[in-house]
């Protein structure tokens, strides 16, 4: 029903175009380019593999090698290791023919073993971590500054495409289960009393010298044959495997950036489309560079793979994600009414403007939606067994089915709002709403089980929402940031897009569905019901922080992030009087297909400081020192979970393969059911080398959020937007009597506010002292 739709969406441009041609002649050409075009696609990815499978050795030197075996055997007679006069004994004679045939197949050979040679060099360089180690500012040990020449040699001698380091990047390292318990006990020893403490501590020896030894085994057979001990599990039993709605739970959001380069909402929505179609062929093409640590260390790139074309499909017990790379349409929504709308005719995809054309037909469109069809998309933010129980049922067959592969399939889903979103940076107020506008929507107008979804609204702002499984945030702030450096010079000075349109475009068509089966109505009212019930117990606020920024932490000489840290920690403290477990997210993508790891930032130390800073009788000294050595001492933490020495995500492996074997572990059941009251992001920014904030400070954002995490506690995204700036996205849950979202973030603003007054206090008491002034 789907392939229909797009027969008839280009039915009447061909018969426009080619009313005089011979049509038997004209079907055979178009069967033909088809052909073409096809085994040119098979040629590229083809041709992709094997470069990136000898990366980084030169594709094209293959033929310097030959030439250059053919020369010592023609005019020396010798070979290294008489590789030609070997492979010669086995042509069917010596004649000039098979004599280029065998230095054709020895300098293959040669070339090879040179790929292989630099390809393990590479490999073994790219496993050194202790460049992250050595803080900045301080003396360089020879032997990384050695690791560093050859690694930039290696850099420089082919540049990268974006999967150009996959096969090269080490797998992920599991640590030793002694190391980990170290960590974990040291983890908790600030929130535990001495009774607790030394309990936990002999339930993690007992692990440690019992069934650890024999899960960990597991564990490490498992590393050696899977590309990442961590990633399939965590995609599987800590997303998909739980029946929670994504709504809220899952999801995450990101927000449009101060730059608002027009009103026009048909403009806007045709050049975001365009803009992320261009990100994706630059995907597909490989002609994106992979992010580098320092400039010089790869990040994995796989899952950008799945960044267009995904969808997470429900199921009874478990979900899964499907991806189409064929899919050349966008699935969009406009008051109620889906539709499929073509981005690429006769071969070629289409330009912004043209794009913009296929908007405006929607918009003015007077097809009207019935109440099953305008809720429908509250399904996707239903419990997913009752969502995979009623797609099973009604989307299995028919003209439904077919509308529902077209959404699940195409690039990304759009919703073209028929409101405006009011977002202004400076009205608190006003960010709340918009904030929850991204976080939820209206329930139905997202499809949350999309990769991604964008919503423009009249004035042309946009909200963008996020499935979690298939990626993690750093993916899509790619594209962000990419997309917006973009737009800003899209549009003329009355805000009209760019272009012009090459062809008439071929229209969108409307998506058909059957809902005359009354219990898939009442499932849907029920799916929204249920949603709302979620989203009404959502306490969600943006916190615009401008008193200082980056700036001024760079003056503190710690990292911006464990500064951050350390105000949250003091914040949480005020607010409930108690420390608590506290999440950060941590990349592995230093290792093939790493995701991330926890960083638990409440420590021995960040607690000691918090304790200082209550008590009036510390010298302001003091508290610095022991801010310092706080954040030093999560900088540590933060390196390690980076470079596989994290706590959570080996415990978690040891989990899975206990229930697997069958073995109970009570202290593996405590440490995974602990709650974390505080959980916290940074959102990441500088993915694009493009993005510069002080030219184009229009690009400044609020970033994005998530939900609340836990009933009783706090959830904190932020990103340190320039130098003078940092966003707080907060939640917590309405209905539970310990937490205030609006309360936290005055606790936020107050704990910034007194660090900086620490430092003010002892820079003039410093200047005192220089002085001579007691």
Known sequence: MAEAHQATTYSDVLIHEHTEANHDQEVLQLVFKSGIRSWRKRFARFRSKVKNGVYPAHLESLWIIVAMAMGFHFYTQNTPFDVVKLVIK??????????????????????LLVAFLMRFTLKMLLTYRGFLFEARGRKVTMKTKIWAILLKVFIKWNSPNLFS??????????????????????????????????????????????????????????????????????????????????????????????????????????????????????????????????????????????LFNTARIPGVDGDKLIHNDDAHYMAIRHKGVFYKLPVQHNGRMLNAKEIEYQV?????????????????????????????????????????????????????????????????????????????????????????????????????????????????????????????????????????????????????????????????????????SDALKITSDVDHMVLKFDDFGKGFIKTCKVSPDAF???????????????????????????????????????????????RAMEDEKVSSQEKVRLLRVACERHQQLYLEAMTGKGVDRHIFCLYVISKYLEIDSPFLKEVLSEPWRLSTSQTPHGQSPRTDLVKYPGLVGSGGGFGPVSYDGYSVSYIVSGENRIFFHLSSTISCPLTNTERFSQRITKALGDIKALFVKLNAEQKLQKNGVS
């Open 90 to 111: 086995f042509m069917p004679n010596q004649s000039l023919g098979w004599e280029i045939v065998a230095c054709t197949i020895a300098g293959l050979f040669y070339w």
């Open 165 to 306: 380091f996959q096969e090269t990047l080490p797998r992920l390292p599991v640590p030793p289960v002694k190391d980990t318990m170290k960590r974990y006990l040291r983890s908790v020893r600030p929130l535990l009393d001495d009774k607790n403490y030394e309990r936990v501590a002999k339930e993690a020896e007992e692990f440690e010298k019992g069934i650890g030894k024999k899960l960990q085994r597991y564990l490490v057979l498992k590393s050696w044959w899977a590309t990442n001990y961590v990633s399939d599990w965590w995609e599987e039993y800590v997303y998909h495997k739980s029946r929670h709605p994504l709504l809220v739970n899952s999801n995450i959001y990101g927000t449009d950036c101060v730059n608002h380069p027009t009103k026009d909402q048909a403009a806007r929505v045709a050049n975001l489309i365009y803009l992320c179609m261009q990100f994706r062929r630059k995907i597909i093409r490989q002609e994106l560079q992979p992010i580098m640590v320092q400039g010089m260390v790869p990040l994995c790139s796989y899952q950008y793979e799945r």
């Open 360 to 528: 405006n037909y929607i918009l003015k469109s007077n097809n009207k939606a019935s109440h099953a069809e305008e809720y429908l998309g509250s399904l996707t933010a239903w419990d997913r067994t009752k969502w995979a129980e009623t797609r099973n049922k009604y989307f299995s067959k028919g003209v439904n089915k077919a509308s529902l592969d077209v959404i699940e399939s195409s690039i990304f889903f759009f919703n073209l709002h028929d409101k405006e979103y009011d977002m202004d940076f400076d009205d608190s107020a006003k960010m709340k709403v918009f904030s929850k506008e991204c976080l939820h929507g209206q329930i139905f107008d997202f499809w949350f089980d999309k990769s991604f979804c964008m919503s423009v609204g009249t004035n042309a702002r946009y909200a963008m929402n996020a499935e979690h499984s298939w990626a993690d945030a750093p993916i899509l702030g790619h594209l962000y940031e990419e997309v917006q450096f973009d737009d800003q010079f899209s549009y003329d000075e009355n805000g009209k897009l760019l272009g012009t349109m090459e062809c008439t475009p071929p229209l969108p068509t409307r998506l058909k569905w059957d809902f005359s089966d009354e219990q898939l109505v009442k499932n849907i009212d029920q799916a929204y």
């Open 564 to 610: 951050i840290q350390m105000a949250l920690q003091l914040a949480y403290f005020r607010d409930f009087g108690k420390f608590s477990l506290t999440y950060e997210a941590s990349m592995t993508r230093l290792y093939r297909e790493g995701r991330t790891e926890t960083v638990r930032s409440c420590s021995i130390e960040s607690c000691a400081w918090v």
